[in-house]
């Protein structure tokens, strides 16, 4: 049957499973290559050209199978449902504080993740809710813990900023600005230091990448030969300040000066993929690289912000038409008949259900007890008695 | 701390026993190096950050509060950060202000750190080994004018870091100070000694939390209470620990809670003046006549 396919679909790139010729000894080849082939073939794709500084950029010619292909897109299309509801919670007050979504971004998340372990630490700002999808957390998981529920990441205590997940390796979300990198810097370290083959990927945005404390780390980073990335999802504004308005250099994969830099196409997922294995590879061997991801957010800062006051609707429709990231994986899928439109179209609705059904679970999720309040402060119980609100109460520790 | 051995050599040629990976210089950031301790203590090491003087690390308290402190909250329990901030702090010789900061008033609303002070060379040594084996986050606080206390220390002891120090035992007033304040009030002591004097001297060792039952004791028994800091007067440990004491102890006190505390000044370079900013022996031994009246014979 996928001989068949390869023959109409009439596409050169010579790693699809061959088509069959009446020679014995090619059909024989065809047998084993059918085998081994059949149930996933894979196509090269051409990425845009990668920006290098210091450093050989990786080949723009990546390899990707229909498998990976599909679950690229089943877990881009999760993402993208599951900040559309939370919009929708948000907007019926269920979600309160800060909420920061990620639509638009998807790409650099999956191509993270493709090209990394568990193994592989990663820490990020505050809009954390797809790095935890990522890093294998669960769709209830998220939206429990922006509903405060007990079932969420961090059982109520943390919020929309702060989830994380730490059997693969998830350091979190963090609401100070800048204020993860060196954390993330850290965490390379301790990589180094228990030798374990690892990374640290700590990120961070084009508003950030103005800390001086990223500097600082970098430094530490550099000479220490930490095996740490530095990435920076440059999605061109800092809140509301455009970069250029914000930076005075905004080739912020030149930033690291005397550190290498690849500036990627943050849109798309298998740039993104190359990208970071490329770079994971290299940092192992000598230290940090700084990386920028090129990619666009959808959605206004947060919540309280509607986007369309600094910059204009037509730009963020033309992000959506030309680029986004998954309309570019439902392309090479349905161009390389990996799948026919209904049946990404089922896929969409299984993931849609899916996400519905999240919701309704974190909703049932109870509400964390305020006798608990005190319970995760210390590690090691002091022993110790403290006063509560009004002093009369009293609280072991 | 590495090759130079530290700045009063607190860990002089210990690179040279354990190496570069594990005594490690950095570049001058302090609140880069926090984060990365804080990251590092994240995946389970056991890191010893040191502000070369604890007033440096302002420079690092977002890293501080909001990381090292609450991380362990915030994540649900997830990640613990078994780490130490220790330094040298407190007034030094004409050191100048930015030199001289007393850093725990700063640090002592920050929820989900412990704060200790040692004093001697024996709970300097037996208070460190228990911080490093600590779960919490502990911020250690060294005073610049002690290094060359000289002391017994015990090897393999360790000691506990939620309980105070009783230092001389009594019955006329509690004095409860910390750090180079002990030695002051102690010198005070031998003076009311010679007056009459029977006071009870504490050194509290847990600035946060405090060992409210070795405090709720001691003034159970004595019904009054002198605070020896070199904090300044507003936002001190001693505030704190005033407020605490009225609220637990108001039943049990003869006299309001007394706070000798340093002035609200930035500590001037001048001798004199400096010496004027900080709690003298003599001000403690005025504060106690003021406080217990005319000594009760034994």
């Known amino acids: 049957m996928l001989v068949a396919r390869a023959a109409r679909s009439g596409l050169g790139s010579g790693l699809l499973p061959g088509v069959c010729s009446a020679s014995a000894a090619v059909q024989t080849q065809c047998a084993r290559d059918f085998a081994s082939k059949s149930s996933d073939p894979s196509i090269e794709v051409k990425v845009r050209d990668f920006g290098a500084h210091r450093i050989e950029p990786p080949s723009t010619t990546v390899t990707a199978t229909k498998s990976e292909l599909l679950g690229y897109f089943e877990l881009m299309y999760k993402m993208r449902r599951m900040e559309i509801a939370s919009d929708m919670l948000y907007k019926s007050k269920l979600i309160r504080g800060f909420c920061h979504l990620y639509d638009g971004q998807e790409a650099c998340m999956v191509g993270i993740g493709a090209a990394t372990t568990d193994t592989d630490s990663i820490i990020t700002s505050y809009r954390d809710h797809c790095t935890h999808l990522m890093k294998k957390g669960t769709v209830v998981e998220v939206m429990a813990e922006l509903l405060g529920r007990v079932d969420g990441a961090s059982k109520g205590y943390g919020g929309s900023m702060h989830m994380y997940k730490k059997d693969t390796n998830f350091y979190g979300g963090n609401g100070i600005v800048g204020a993860q990198v060196p954390l993330g810097a850290g965490l390379a370290f301790a990589h180094k230091y228990r030798d374990d083959g690892g990374i640290a990927m700590t990120l961070y945005g084009d508003g950030a990448a103005n800390q001086g404390q990223l500097f600082e780390a970098l430094n530490i980073a550099a000479l220490w030969d930490l095996p740490c990335l530095f990435i920076c999802e440059n999605n061109h504004y800092g809140m509301g300040t455009s970069e250029a308005r914000g930076s005075k250099s905004h080739t912020f994969y030149t930033r690291g000066d005397y550190a290498p830099g690849l500036k990627v196409d943050g849109m798309d997922v ?100 305020p006798a608990d309040l005190w319970k995760t402060i210390y590690r090691d119980p002091l022993g110790a008695v403290v006063k509560g609100l009004d002093s009369s109460v009293k609280v072991q520790l | 701390v590495g090759h130079y051995g530290g700045s009063y050599k607190v860990t002089y040629d210990l690179y040279k026993k354990y190496g570069d990976m594990r005594l490690l210089d950095t570049p001058i950031c302090e609140n880069g190096f926090m984060g990365m301790g804080i990251g590092a203590a994240m995946t389970g090491l056991r890191p010893i950050v040191e502000g070369m003087n604890m007033g440096f690390l302002l420079l690092a308290y977002n890293q501080i509060s909001n990381n090292a402190g609450m991380l362990h909250y915030t994540s649900g329990g997830q990640y613990k950060v078994p780490m130490v901030i220790r330094g040298p702090g407190g007034v030094g010789r004409q050191l100048g202000a930015e030199h001289s900061q007393r850093l725990e008033s700063y640090f002592q609303s920050i929820p989900g750190v412990q704060l200790v002070a040692c004093s001697t060379a024996a709970n300097a040594k037996a208070l460190l080994k228990s911080a490093i084996r600590s779960d919490n986050p502990i911020i250690f606080f060294e005073h610049v004018l002690l290094y060359n206390v000289k002391g017994e220390t015990k090897d393999g002891y360790y000691q506990p870091l939620e ?58 028994k004595t019904k009054r209470v002198i605070i020896v800091e070199e904090c300044m007067k507003t936002g001190g440990i001693g505030a704190s620990l005033s407020a605490t004491i009225n609220e637990s102890c108001f039943d049990d006190l003869d006299h309001q809670v ?41």
């Not at chain 1, 991801?293 to 959605?299: F, K």
């Not at chain 2, 010198?187 to 709720?216: C, H, N, R, W």
Request: glycine share 4%.
């Open chain 1, 270 to 369: 298998l740039a993104v993929k190359q990208a970071i294995s490329y770079a994971k590879e290299y940092a192992l061997k000598h230290g940090p690289v700084v990386m920028e991801l090129d990619t666009y957010r959808y959605h206004g800062h947060s919540m309280s912000d509607p986007g369309s006051t600094y910059r204009t609707r037509d730009e963020i429709s033309q992000m959506r038409t030309q680029r986004d990231p998954l309309e570019h994986v439902r392309r090479l899928l349905l161009d390389n008949n990996f799948a026919d439109a209904s049946e990404l179209k089922k896929l969409e609705k299984t993931i849609k259900k899916e996400v519905d059904n999240a919701v309704a679970t974190a909703k049932q999720s109870s509400i964390p007890d």
């Open chain 2, 258 to 298: 007394v706070r000798l505390s340093s002035q609200d000044v930035p500590t001037a370079y001048a001798y004199e003046l400096e010496a004027a900013t900080i709690v003298q022996p003599e001000q403690v031994v005025a504060a106690v006549q003021r406080v217990v009246g005319t000594p009760v014979s034994a």
């Open chain 2, 163 to 220: 309980k105070a120090e009783m230092v001389r035992s009594g019955r006329d007033v509690t004095i409860l100070c910390y750090s180079r304040m002990r030695y002051v009030v102690m010198q005070a002591v031998a003076e009311l000694e010679k007056q009459g004097y029977d006071p009870e001297v504490i050194d509290l060792i847990s600035l946060k939390p405090f060992d409210m039952e070795a405090i709720t004791n001691s003034v159970k």
